[in-house]
């Protein structure tokens, strides 16, 4: 939760900037998602958002949260959010701009299970923070001027057997 209102802080920062600095965007994103970690593996909804800012001609630099995943069973309970900082290469043409992204992600994973101390069952908890890396490919559509549709697919790979393929979809607004 703590990483969601810096996230939140980063966005504020960073929209009051907006209009005094060329070729900045925001995004949000929803998408599918299908994880692996030590104690559990599922497929969940995602969602996330980021700030972006061009930092050259072909390149922009973007900075993001995503709430990766809320997974309960019988035995474990588990949620996972990443912060992550990512460079985006990008080509344009007429309807939109492809993109590759490459970055580093800080994941937070809580989780909650059932452990046997001596036959007495309790409840275990572990707050794992670990780093991990981000690949991505993805297109923005050009929806108008300032409007555009995202469409991406970001593999994170990290410490601890954490693995995570998300297929999103979002909208992207260009501030200028």
Same mark, same amino acid.
Request: glycine letters at 12%; proline letters at 1%; a negative charge.
């Given at each position: 939760? #703590?990483?969601?209102?810096?996230?939140?802080?980063?966005?504020? $920062?960073?929209?009051? %900037?907006?209009?005094?600095a060329p070729k900045n965007y925001g995004v $949000?994103?929803?998408?599918?998602? @299908?994880?692996?970690?030590?104690?559990?593996? @599922?497929?969940? /909804?995602? &969602?996330?958002?980021? &700030?972006? #800012?061009?930092?050259?001609?072909?390149?922009?630099?973007?900075?993001?949260?995503?709430?990766?995943?809320?997974?309960? @069973? @019988?035995?474990?309970?588990?949620?996972?959010?990443?912060?992550?900082?990512?460079?985006?290469? #990008?080509?344009?043409?007429?309807?939109?701009?492809?993109?590759? #992204?490459?970055?580093? +992600?800080? $994941?937070?994973? +809580?989780?909650?299970?059932a452990c046997d101390d001596s036959g007495v069952? %309790?409840?275990?908890?572990?707050?794992?923070?670990? +780093?991990?890396?981000? !690949?991505?490919?993805? &297109?923005?559509? &050009?929806?108008? /001027?300032?409007?555009?549709?995202? $469409?991406?697919? !970001?593999?994170?790979?990290?410490?601890?057997?954490?693995?995570?393929?998300?297929?999103?979809?979002?909208?992207?607004?260009?501030f200028n």
């Amino acid at each position: 939760m #703590k990483q969601l209102f810096w996230m939140l802080g980063a966005l504020v $920062v960073g929209l009051s %900037q907006a209009n005094a600095a060329p070729k900045n965007y925001g995004v $949000v994103t929803a998408g599918y998602n @299908d994880f692996d970690f030590a104690q559990a593996s @599922d497929s969940e /909804l995602a &969602f996330g958002a980021a &700030f972006g #800012k061009q930092v050259h001609q072909q390149w922009y630099a973007e900075l993001g949260y995503l709430n990766l995943f809320d997974y309960s @069973d @019988d035995t474990v309970n588990a949620e996972g959010e990443a912060l992550y900082l990512a460079m985006l290469g #990008k080509a344009s043409g007429g309807t939109g701009e492809l993109f590759y #992204k490459v970055g580093v +992600a800080r $994941v937070d994973i +809580a989780t909650d299970f059932a452990c046997d101390d001596s036959g007495v069952a %309790q409840r275990c908890a572990s707050d794992n923070g670990i +780093a991990a890396g981000l !690949v991505g490919l993805g &297109f923005d559509y &050009f929806v108008s /001027l300032k409007s555009m549709v995202r $469409v991406e697919y !970001v593999h994170l790979s990290g410490e601890d057997s954490f693995s995570t393929h998300m297929l999103n979809i979002g909208f992207r607004y260009n501030f200028n």
